[in-house]
Structures are given as C-alpha cells and as structure tokens.
C-alpha cells in the first residue's frame, strides 16, 4: 500500500489519536459501497472514513480505539476499548473489540456486532433476514 495522509489529534487526553472516521453534520453519505469502505472516502478536512485497509495497517501497533461523541446540548462523551481489530478483507472485514471502558456511564452499543461480519449497501454479510444496511442507511 503506498503511503496515506492522515488526521492526527494530539490534544485529546492519552493521545496522539490517529481519526479514523469523523462525522459531525452529514455532510458526507456513509450509505456506502464495500470499496468505498474498504479504501476510504471523504476528505480528512470535513467528515470521512480512513478505510478499513488502512486502518488494518496501523492495527499492527496494538492501539486502542476511542469513540467520542458530542450531544446536542453540547455534552461531550466517549468509549474506549482497550483491544479493537478488524479481519481482512476474505473474512469480510469481521470486527473484534474488548476492554470496553468509559467515565460516563454509557453502555457498550458496540457489544451486538462484535465477531460480525461488515456489511455494506452492495455486500449483505450480516445474519438477519433483511438488509440492515438499508434500514440503518449506512453500513
């Protein structure tokens, strides 16, 4: 793989934190195709996904994944897991997550896709009867 830019955040605490997605207004769709989010899509300036091939490089340090989010009245909250891997492409991008942690009180909505399969609008990898995919439109 040829070498990507990347947005790095180094005053969050415990960071430096390379973004590996960023979604604030919709601005960009995430209804999105499997190479879309196998190879990235967006722009580092706005809102966009690194790409799940990047992102598999950068796995190799051993980092942990941070989810932070900002509630309408401002409030801003975030999830940590201390392990976070994603399988390669052959294995449909399955995602593997422990050490769920947060100060907030917040529950782990991550819980129900761990060892799941990816699906995207144009790759139905998921084990329910419809498309959840198009319900949630976005992968």
């Known amino acids: 793989m040829s070498p990507f830019s990347a947005y790095c955040d180094i005053n969050t605490a415990s960071g430096p934190w390379t973004i590996i ?7 960009i769709s995430f209804y999105e195709t499997w190479s879309s989010y196998r190879d990235g899509f967006g722009y580092l300036e706005t809102e966009f996904w690194i790409g799940f091939e990047k992102y598999r490089l950068q796995q190799t340090l051993g980092l942990k994944m941070r989810i932070e989010m900002e509630g309408w009245d401002g409030s801003h909250k975030y999830v940590e897991y201390s392990t976070f891997t994603v399988s390669d492409e052959a294995s449909h991008y399955t995602l593997s997550y422990s050490g769920f942690s947060t100060p907030h009180g917040l529950d782990d909505n991550l819980d129900a896709a761990n060892g799941l399969p990816f699906s995207t609008i144009d790759r139905d990898n998921d084990e329910s009867d419809g498309r959840c995919t198009s319900l949630a439109q976005g992968a």
């Not at 997605?21 to 601005?27: D, F, H, L, P, W």
């Open 21 to 27: 997605a960023n979604r604030y207004n919709g601005s």
